[in-house]
């Protein structure tokens, strides 16, 4: 808010967008998959547990290093939110957690399999960006977030 009221344009952050992406599903019951290790997990788990999320399972790849997360590959991201959905059976939602995790291509194969959303970090930043400026940010094949996207209204 104060960076909207000081320089008169709309802002988000990729924490507000994920949180938004979620909200957009009304998914409140979650799984989480991350590229964080237990510290940076257990402050996600208290940030979602605050904005009224309840996590079912969350599970990270324990990484630390800056540039890391881009070792991942979409099979290994695949995997480890298949894992979390199973600890999490009832879920209705799924966020992988990392700007840095190449997520483009997972969410389509997610939803398909476990049959709830998916909502990644740089996909909610670019639907949350895109609608900032008042487009709907809107893309086909890259899972529901994307698909489902409509234009906001700008304040």
């Not at 938004?20 to 989480?32: C, E, N, Q």
């Not at 194969?109 to 809107?138: D, K, M, N, Y």
Request: with cysteine; aromatic share 6%; net charge neutral.
């Amino acid at each position: 808010e104060r960076l909207s009221t000081s320089t008169g344009l709309p802002v988000s952050t990729m924490s507000q967008a994920v949180v938004d992406g979620l909200r957009s599903f009304d998914a409140r019951r979650i799984v989480v998959a991350t590229a964080y290790a237990d510290d940076v997990n257990n402050r996600l788990r208290a940030f979602l547990t605050a904005q009224g999320f309840e996590v079912m399972a969350l599970q990270g790849f324990g990484l630390f290093g800056f540039g890391e997360p881009g070792s991942k590959s979409e099979a290994d991201i695949i995997a480890l939110g298949s894992k979390v959905c199973a600890e999490g059976p009832g879920a209705q939602g799924l966020l992988i957690s990392c700007g840095g995790l190449r997520t483009l291509g997972v969410a389509k194969p997610l939803e398909e399999r476990h049959g709830i959303p998916v909502v990644a970090s740089t996909q909610a930043a670019f639907w949350a960006a895109l609608r900032l400026v008042g487009e709907s940010g809107r893309v086909v094949g890259r899972g529901r977030l994307l698909e489902q996207s409509t234009a906001a209204p700008v304040h």
